[in-house]
């Protein structure tokens, strides 16, 4: 069975192929993951105004190009105090897209008078399976949320991930491991302290696609 991933990074492919082979076992290797990006298809206009909107809409675009099952994530940072910001708009909150060390400074800022233990957060994805049917559009769709949980820190941490990784501490942390950071020794680690396995294991869109395998096995059988 062939199975788009609506993106173009490649990379996803990667982290999707590992969370099939671990839950799928032997049955994996009847399935054949390739990208948008692989197939040329364009970004579709992410219009939706929650992470489960957005993600099924890049993966009906995706089904309905190619009349193939496709899998499409949309993910981002909430921050309690700030009402569930910056969410969706994650990505370009200081203004221009992916532009990670603006988009930090931003945010430091906004909860700088913010205690500690008030500064909670979580990332969040959603994942979307949808199965196209050539005679009446969709045949099914299905969306699965995950949540890393933990807590925004003043200055950012750490060389590894990408977004707001050096200012997120998971609750959950690799076990025996702290942060070696001058003034920080011993710390829980921030994601980009973590290596990409550690963060894989605890991350949310790592739990949301694990969340999907029942309905690709389903496909399968």
Not at 7 to 14: A, C, P, S, Y
Not at 79 to 84: I, S
Not at 118 to 145: M, N, Q, W, Y
Not at 160 to 186: I, K, M
Request: contains cysteine; negative net charge; charged residues 25%.
């Amino acid at each position: 069975m062939k199975l788009v991933v609506a993106t173009h990074n490649e990379g996803k492919l990667v982290e999707i192929r590992r969370i099939l082979e671990e839950d799928l076992g032997e049955d994996a290797a009847n399935i054949e993951l390739v990208s948008a990006g692989s197939l040329h298809l364009p970004d579709p206009v992410e219009t939706g105004v929650t992470f489960e909107e957005n993600a099924l809409l890049k993966a009906r675009d995706v089904a309905s190009r190619t009349g193939l099952p496709a899998i499409a994530d949309d993910s981002g940072l909430i921050v309690d105090v700030m009402g569930n910001a910056p969410g969706i708009l994650s990505a370009r909150w200081a203004g221009a897209h992916g532009h990670d060390k603006a988009n930090n400074a931003l945010l430091l800022a906004q909860i700088e008078d913010i205690p500690d233990d008030k500064r909670t957060a979580r990332f969040r994805c959603a994942a979307a399976l949808v199965v196209p049917d050539t005679k009446a559009g969709i045949a099914s769709e299905v969306v699965k949320l995950g949540d890393m949980v933990g807590r925004i820190i003043r200055k950012p941490r750490g060389e590894h991930g990408f977004g707001y990784d050096p200012l997120f501490v998971p609750d959950d942390q690799p076990a025996g491991r702290t942060s070696t950071e001058p003034d920080h020794e011993g710390e829980p680690l921030t994601s980009a302290e973590m290596t990409p396995a550690e963060k894989n294991a605890i991350s949310h869109r790592g739990k949301a696609l694990k969340a999907l395998v029942p309905e690709i096995e389903a496909l399968l059988s």
